[in-house]
T-cell receptor, first 118, second 109 residues
Framework: GAVVSQHPSRVICKSGTSVKIECRSL??????MFWYRQFPKKSLMLMAT?????????EQGVEKDKFLINHASLTLSTLTVTSAHPEDSSFYIC??????????????FGSGTRLTVV | QKEVEQDPGPLSVPEGAIVSLNCTYS??????FMWYRQYSRKGPELLMY????GNKEDGRFTAQVDKSSKYISLFIRDSQPSDSATYLC?????????FGQGTTLQVKP
């Protein structure tokens, strides 16, 4: 089946620094990838939709300049948390849809990245 | 009011019990209803999906959708310790997934 690899799985960074998270579709091409944020005991909140070769679409309330998304190829999307602060600490998860799969349920999720900002 | 409501639990049951997990929703436009399982520190994996109302069975798992009541359920028969995880419902009609909060389930041996 489709596999999405997310790296790193865990990262600790100092306040004010930037962190890059990678999301790769290993065995399929993904023109669209999605980035979610999940707080403890909370649902996944969609942050942005990443489109290959074009600008990402951000959800209302998500700061574009803080969460930079780049989808440079059909298999790689990156999320950079810039000037991280402790309130950015969270679990970040990406997902990708294989071409031809359902737009409603055909998504494969990465294993997530636990970001801790100290 | 949240679009999707799900009791976060935790829910603790003995091995072999029948588990019932539920979600309610407010948006009548939702047509696709999914259940995801998420183990600790991992991403969600799709368990089942249902289109519109009705039941769907897959092994020990049964998904039910009642659109008239805006209520969906996931039943797990003969629950196993390996079923211990967080179960998230999700809904969609446009390709944008709206997730419930997730219910944490623990199946005790």
């Amino acid at each position: 089946g489709a596999v999405v690899s997310q790296h790193p799985s865990r990262v600790i960074c100092k306040s004010g620094t930037s962190v890059k998270i990678e999301c790769r579709s290993l065995d399929f091409q993904a023109t669209t990838m999605f980035w979610y944020r999940q707080f403890p005991k909370k649902s996944l909140m969609l942050m942005a939709t990443s489109n290959e070769g074009s600008k990402a679409t951000y959800e209302q309330g998500v700061e574009k300049d803080k969460f930079l998304i780049n989808h440079a190829s059909l298999t790689l999307s990156t999320l950079t948390v810039t000037s991280a602060h402790p309130e950015d600490s969270s679990f970040y998860i990406c997902s990708a849809r294989e071409q031809g799969s359902s737009w409603n349920y055909g998504y494969t999720f990465g294993s997530g990245t636990r970001l801790t900002v100290v | 009011q949240k679009e999707v409501e799900q009791d976060p639990g935790p829910l603790s049951v003995p091995e072999g019990a029948i588990v019932s997990l539920n979600c309610t929703y407010s948006n009548s436009a939702f047509q696709y209803f999914m259940w995801y399982r998420q183990y600790s520190r991992k991403g969600p994996e799709l368990l089942m999906y249902t289109y519109s109302s009705g039941n769907k069975e897959d092994g020990r798992f049964t998904a039910q959708v009642d659109k008239s009541s805006k209520y969906i359920s996931l039943f797990i028969r003969d629950s196993q310790p390996s079923d211990s995880a967080t179960y998230l419902c999700a809904m969609s009609n446009t390709g944008k997934l709206i997730f419930g909060q997730g219910t944490t389930l623990q199946v005790k041996p």
